[in-house]
Structure formats: structure tokens, C-alpha cells
């Protein structure tokens, strides 16, 4: 019994020394948080009341950040598309397919697949990548798969070479 009540004290104890410290810590935040100046007081007369203008005068003073920054980045930038005339030849070469992806900056080209109307098994398949801004015979990598498909809806998917990736 009298280990239970000495048990009993030491834990009352050992809780009121973990109020205490927990006291002391939050104590010791505030005036480092004082101290740094991230709190200060300030009048109301000085922000203005319209949230914009808030963030606009703190960007301005240096005092925050925005994560969608979309002042920045109103224009897009063409100029990839614009200065390679390799880019544009090839979209109009292939202007007959429908496009899957066409990304400038990333430099590729991806079209769907496409077939004529005489052989509806038979699907073709062209992705361009560029991989340089020059005009030379090796700055583009040109892979051109083929679809075939049976009566039952298999299809065989395979990547040809010959004179059509050569020219």
C-alpha cells in the first residue's frame, strides 16, 4: 500500500515537472519569435484593405512568395516552334494525321493512329523527337510503328525501319 502511494506521488510529480518544462519551452518560443522580429506590431493604416494589393506591396517589400506566380508567366514562349523551320516542316508534312501530342518546348511530335480507308487493319503510328535546334539530317529521331490487326481485333504493334525513316 505504501509503495502504491509513493508510486502514485512520484508520477503527480514527474506530470507536474512535464507541465512545468512544457511552460518554460512555450515561454522561450515567444521570445525567440519576439526576438527575431517575425512578430511585430503594426498599424492597420499601413495595408491596404484589398487582399491583392496586400500580397502585391509584401511581394514588393520582399516579405513573401507566391507559389502560381501567374503575372510572370502570362505569354507562352513559341520559341522553339517559331525559330525551327525543321518543327514546322515537319507538322506540315504530317498536317494528315491527327496529332497526339505536339510539345514545343519538350521537342516531340506524336501522332495518333492513323489509317487510309483501303485497309482498315492496318494502322500506322509516327513519333518525332528533335534533338537539336539545327537543320541537319541526324537532328530529328523518327520512329514509325505499325498496327495489324486480325478479324478478331488482335493487334500486333511493330516498329519499322526502312526508306520511309531513311528519307
Not at 26 to 50: G, M, Q, W
Not at 55 to 67: H, P, Y
Request: proline share 2%.
Amino acid at each position: 500500500m505504501l509503495y502504491s502511494v509513493n508510486l502514485i506521488k512520484l508520477l503527480k510529480f514527474n506530470n507536474l515537472i512535464m507541465h512545468f518544462l512544457k511552460l518554460i519551452l512555450i515561454i522561450k518560443i515567444v521570445f525567440l519569435l519576439h526576438s527575431c522580429n517575425i512578430y511585430r506590431p503594426t498599424d492597420a493604416r499601413e495595408f491596404p484593405a484589398d487582399p491583392e494589393l496586400r500580397v502585391k506591396k509584401n511581394l514588393e517589400e520582399g516579405r513573401g512568395f507566391r507559389l502560381f506566380d501567374t503575372e510572370r508567366s502570362k505569354g507562352t514562349n513559341y520559341e522553339f516552334a517559331s525559330s525551327n523551320e525543321l518543327w514546322r516542316a515537319t507538322l506540315d508534312t504530317i498536317d494528315f494525321m491527327p496529332l497526339t501530342t505536339a510539345n514545343y518546348s519538350g521537342g516531340i511530335i506524336v501522332t495518333d493512329w492513323y489509317s487510309d480507308n483501303k485497309n482498315l487493319n492496318e494502322n500506322l503510328k509516327i513519333t518525332v523527337r528533335f534533338l537539336t535546334n539545327e537543320i541537319r539530317a541526324d537532328a530529328i529521331d523518327l520512329k514509325i510503328f505499325y498496327r495489324v490487326c486480325d478479324n478478331l481485333n488482335k493487334c500486333q504493334v511493330t516498329e519499322k525501319d526502312g526508306n520511309l525513316v531513311n528519307e
